[in-house]
Each structure stands twice: as C-alpha cells, then as structure tokens.
C-alpha cells in the first residue's frame, strides 16, 4: 500500500530535517520512527537506510539530552552491522 512505500520513508526523512531546523525535535521523533518502520518492513533491517534514519534517531535524542534512548539506538546500530560483517556478538 501506498502509505508504507520507500518513498513516504524518504520523505518522513525530509519533514525529519526540516522540523529539526526548526527544533520540533517531538515532530522529528515521530517522523524518523515512522521512516523507520516503514524501511523496516519494507527493506528488511539490514538495507542502508534503515541505519541511517536509527542514526538520525540517536541525533534526535542527542539534541534533545535524551542520552539513555541515544546510547540505546547506537549500540543497536553497532551490533546489526557487526551481526551482518561477522555474524552474531553471541555465538563463539
């Protein structure tokens, strides 16, 4: 459906920038989750952009002194790409 294409993601990801500029960081939460789940479901947790908009998330939280959610988000980010470059932290 048309809501949950790509497209709308990169555009979240617009409004995102653009309400960040203005320091409407509540609004650029909303917009980046959305982008978020949107890639994610779409592009599967592995595409690109996926950790480019939890990148521009951690942003977000940073900006705001949110420094638990922005700590969070960056080790997540870390863990998918070594999962992906060497497979899981937990297996030996």
């Given at each position: 459906?048309?809501?949950y294409?790509?497209?709308?993601?990169?555009q979240?990801?617009?409004l995102?920038?653009?309400?960040?500029n203005?320091?409407k960081?509540?609004e650029?939460?909303?917009?980046?989750?959305?982008?978020?789940?949107?890639?994610?479901s779409?592009?599967?947790?592995?595409?690109?952009?996926?950790?480019?908009?939890?990148?521009?998330?951690?942003?977000?939280?940073?900006?705001?002194?949110?420094?638990k959610?922005?700590?969070?988000?960056?080790?997540?980010?870390?863990?998918?790409?070594?999962?992906?470059?060497?497979?899981?932290?937990?297996?030996?």
């Amino acid at each position: 459906s048309g809501k949950y294409h790509p497209d709308v993601a990169k555009q979240l990801n617009n409004l995102a920038l653009l309400c960040q500029n203005q320091g409407k960081y509540q609004e650029v939460e909303y917009y980046y989750r959305r982008a978020l789940e949107i890639y994610e479901s779409k592009l599967g947790a592995d595409d690109p952009n996926v950790a480019k908009t939890m990148n521009n998330l951690a942003t977000c939280y940073l900006k705001q002194g949110k420094f638990k959610d922005a700590e969070a988000l960056y080790k997540e980010i870390l863990t998918r790409a070594h999962e992906k470059e060497f497979g899981s932290v937990n297996s030996t």
